[in-house]
């Protein structure tokens, strides 16, 4: 399997393709819209509407917003598997599905469907962080890289054959938002390079090599929770990686505070959770090294550099974050 070559081209075969895809967050929405342009889109299928924000009120997916806006049918079955939403599938008649963080597993009878299949655009480097949570993933560990694959789907986690992958740096200040914001074009335009040839029969599946897979777990929201016996590098790459959501924090009074940003600091040393003074600013010590606050929230209130709030929280300096 090539990297496949991101450019403009004619795609005769893919503009008369019957599509449906499935996917529900931002990171979907640019492969949506390279279909919506260049295919055939009959259907989309996307997570029913959830409670969000402090009202609870609800919400629709990014994906349904853009598919009502171009006039296409959708469905949001808790379940694919339920009997309406199977059946929905089966009258729109695909050719091909296209999956980018739907939230569910395909069973047998949806990847069947399609005579080319169900493709999925997902966002590392497979078989390295398959899973819910591959952008968290990867900063989390510190990788270098990661990026877009392309895979044709099959019964298990991100276990299908791969077709095609396209490569993305990680940034030293990237945090989840950021990279997943890169990936979901480079996915887009990785997905309009390699339909074309995949439709032609020339593409072959390449299958994956167990003994490289990682996984990447869904991400709760107890995940943020700050634990400083870590050293502060990780805890410096776990913050960005948990940014937007979760998000990091840590316990101060009994109350949770909001880590924003952060990064490591050199020449402090104290016991694991220590809030200690620098000469300018305020840093926690670690298992390994202290980790310097740039900004944090407190709870009830607004974010604010770390500096602020340290000079304005009687006790703060000298107390310990749990």
């Known amino acids: 399997m090539q990297e496949a070559v991101l450019e403009c081209r004619a795609m005769p075969s893919l503009q008369t393709t019957r599509v449906v895809f499935m996917?529900?967050?931002?990171?979907?929405?640019?492969?949506?819209?390279?279909?919506?342009?260049?295919?055939?889109?009959?259907?989309?299928?996307?997570?029913?509407?959830?409670?969000?924000?402090?009202?609870?009120?609800?919400?629709?997916?990014?994906?349904?917003?853009?598919?009502?806006?171009?006039?296409?049918?959708?469905?949001?079955?808790?379940?694919?598997?339920?009997?309406?939403?199977?059946?929905?599938?089966?009258?729109?008649?695909?050719?091909?599905?296209?999956v980018a963080a739907f939230g569910q597993i395909l069973k047998p009878a949806v990847l069947d469907l399609p005579p080319f299949g169900?493709?999925?655009?997902?966002?590392?480097?497979?078989?390295?962080?398959?899973?819910?949570?591959?952008?968290?993933?990867?900063?989390?560990?510190?990788?270098?890289?990661?990026?877009?694959?392309?895979?044709?789907?099959d019964t298990g986690l991100d276990t299908g054959p791969l077709l095609a992958k396209s490569i993305e740096p990680i940034q030293p200040d990237d945090t989840t938002g950021t990279l997943t914001a890169r990936l979901a074009q480079r996915g887009a335009d990785l997905l309009l390079a390699a339909l074309p040839t995949y439709l032609a029969g020339e593409l072959e599946p390449q299958p994956q090599d167990e003994?490289?897979?990682?996984?990447?777990?869904?991400?709760?929201?107890?995940?943020?929770?700050?634990?400083?016996?870590?050293?502060?590098?990780?805890?410096?790459?776990?913050?960005?990686?948990?940014?937007?959501?979760?998000?990091?924090?840590?316990?101060?009074?009994?109350?949770p505070l909001k880590v924003l940003r952060a990064a490591p600091a050199e020449g402090v040393r104290g016991e694991p959770g220590e809030v200690l003074p620098l000469a300018s600013g305020v840093a926690v010590a670690c298992g390994d090294g202290a980790l310097r606050l740039l900004e944090v929230q407190p709870a009830g209130k607004r974010a604010m550099p770390a500096d602020d709030f340290a000079r304005g929280a009687r006790g703060f300096i000298g107390s310990r974050l749990e």
């Open 23 to 98: 996917g529900t967050p931002q990171f979907a929405v640019p492969s949506l819209r390279a279909l919506l342009e260049h295919a055939r889109v009959v259907g989309v299928a996307t997570q029913p509407d959830r409670p969000a924000g402090r009202g609870q009120q609800l919400g629709e997916s990014p994906v349904k917003q853009v598919a009502q806006a171009a006039g296409v049918p959708v469905i949001q079955p808790e379940k694919l598997r339920e009997p309406e939403a199977l059946a929905q599938l089966k009258a729109w008649q695909p050719d091909l599905i296209v």
């Open 118 to 153: 169900c493709l999925n655009v997902h966002a590392s480097l497979l078989p390295r962080w398959r899973g819910a949570a591959p952008v968290a993933a990867a900063i989390a560990a510190g990788d270098s890289e990661t990026g877009v694959t392309l895979m044709r789907m």
């Open 211 to 255: 003994a490289l897979a990682t996984y990447a777990p869904q991400l709760r929201r107890e995940d943020g929770h700050l634990d400083f016996t870590r050293s502060a590098v990780e805890l410096e790459r776990r913050v960005r990686a948990l940014t937007p959501w979760p998000g990091a924090f840590a316990l101060w009074q009994g109350r």
